[in-house]
């Protein structure tokens, strides 16, 4: 005689078998007609939501089996979980993010369709009507989750009877909006319902606000920002006036505009190595303004007297000869030769003297260029020097022509250039050079861009430099 989980275990079985069965292959599905390839991604589309449907259900079970009041005899804690969603992540290969939509979503469908356990409070009875859709496959997990989280929890303001007529409306809705576009029309509705619980929430997100710091697989970290409000609309504002040549932003009459966005189109690097680049240099830039005393010593310090810094660790011969590699205080990861270059030019070094294993001599520090030299190439080169580069003084780093140890470089004004973070980069990691002699500034690219290594002229952008050149001519 079948049961049901025989049957339910033949139905998965067929499910997954039919999933793995289906074409993988590029160029098979690359030979298929516009309305073929449309139609596929549709049904597709379809048979993912049944699903997701299931998998929720399933989660939904998964999170019943282990509420709170059970302790430590629920599934998960005897699975070795401290929650469902950590018990379906695991047993799924996905995020959190997933494992409690589904979670979530399956509750939603349980209460819809199970009949209440004696003693076990409903959680969203508001919810209901989304349930049921979900288990009638008229409305996808996402959609569901979309309106869970947009319409939020009763509060003074709002009751269980207002938030369930507007999952009612927002059920009816689905059909002609994408997730995305629910979840902003649920949260509108609840703002419409809820007038008095706006400032709340604003507070709420205020009291959410951090930039909190985690570990990426390759050991490096990542940094993730949850802003309040009026940070995310500063924030947005930056991100897309930085971006905006490459997204179809508005278009600049002036000449300068046309020059600063066509510099952003052509730039090699993709947008967000762009934007990480930008957002980095302007923190940069902030930091070393508050060091050399803006503000006239007003308000409060951010960093306070201790500037932050990158301690770069490496062999002394290993920096002499130019093979190898070193190593970023408190970094796991190596570093490249090339990279300890481009510190040991930009900040120079410090010799530490050993005697065994033990430190024995911090030599003194090796000479950098001031701030007064620094100026004075500002006035000369007028930014980035590098050829077709728009960066200004401010986002430049000093670059020794001959380096400090290796080619028993001098710290002169003469031989030394400004480069922008970027293009100082670039110049160590590729292996391009710049070379001076009586007329001028050469930068040489690497065999690999030009075998003959013919040196291209490097112009200055500073006006006033070339007004005074003019004038002594």
């Known amino acids: 005689m079948s049961t049901f989980a025989d049957a339910y275990a033949a139905s998965l079985d067929a499910a997954l078998a039919s999933a ?35 998998a929720a259900v399933v989660a939904g079970e998964i999170a019943f089996r282990s509420r709170r009041e059970l302790g430590h005899s629920g599934l998960a804690a005897r699975e070795g979980f401290r929650s469902p969603a950590d018990l379906v992540r695991h047993q799924t290969g996905s995020t959190f993010r997933d494992a409690t939509t589904l ?4 509750t939603m469908v349980r209460e819809a369709q199970a009949p209440p356990a004696p003693g076990v409070p409903v959680l969203a009875p508001w919810l209901e009507e989304v349930g049921s859709a979900v288990a009638a496959d008229l409305l996808s997990v996402e959609a569901a989750r979309a309106i869970g989280i947009g319409l939020g929890e009763p509060g003074p303001g709002v009751d269980v009877d207002q938030l369930a007529a507007a999952a009612h409306d927002l059920v009816v809705l689905a059909a002609t909006l994408d997730a995305d576009a629910l979840l902003k029309r649920a949260r509108e509705m609840r703002d419409d319902l809820d007038e008095a619980g706006i400032e709340e929430r604003a507070r709420a997100v205020y009291e959410q606000r951090m930039l909190r710091r985690t570990t990426r697989p390759n050991g490096l970290p990542r940094y993730i920002v949850d802003p309040d409000i009026e940070s995310s609309a500063f924030l947005d504002d930056l991100f897309d006036k930085i971006t905006s040549p490459r997204r179809g932003g508005p278009r600049f009459v002036d000449e300068a505009g046309k020059a600063w966005a066509e510099a952003v189109e052509n730039d090699p690097r993709t947008t967000e190595q762009y934007l990480h680049d930008c957002f980095v240099q302007l923190m940069r830039i902030a930091v070393d303004a508050e060091a050399g005393g803006a503000g006239g010593g007003q308000g409060r310090s951010i960093v306070g007297s201790r500037q932050p810094s990158v301690r770069v660790l490496v062999n002394a011969e290993v920096l002499a000869s130019g093979e190898g590699h070193g190593r970023i205080e408190g ?70 022509i001959k380096e400090w140890k290796k080619d028993r470089g001098k ?53 006033a430099f070339l007004d005074f050149r003019r004038q002594r001519e």
């Open 20 to 54: 793995r069965g289906m074409s993988t292959d590029v160029l098979g599905v690359g030979s298929l007609g516009d309305a073929a390839l449309i139609s596929a991604q549709r049904i597709l589309a379809e048979a993912r939501r049944a699903l997701d449907a299931g």
């Open 103 to 106: 979670v979530r979503v399956g």
């Open 331 to 400: 970094i796991d990861m190596p570093v490249p030769i090339e990279m300890v270059q481009r510190a040991a030019c930009a900040e120079g070094t410090r010799d530490i003297e050993f005697y065994g294993d033990q430190p024995l001599n911090l030599g003194r520090e090796q000479r950098l260029f001031s701030a007064a030299q620094k100026i004075a190439m500002a006035a000369r080169d007028g930014g980035c020097l590098w050829t077709g580069c728009d960066r200004p003084a401010s986002w430049t780093e000093a670059h020794h």
């Open 411 to 463: 710290t002169d004004i003469a031989d030394g250039v400004l480069l922008c973070r970027f293009h100082h980069l670039l110049l160590h990691n590729n292996h391009w050079r710049i070379a001076r002699d009586l007329t001028g500034y050469w930068l040489i690219p690497p065999a690999e861009i030009d075998p003959a290594r013919t040196p291209r002229a490097l112009v200055t952008k500073s006006g």
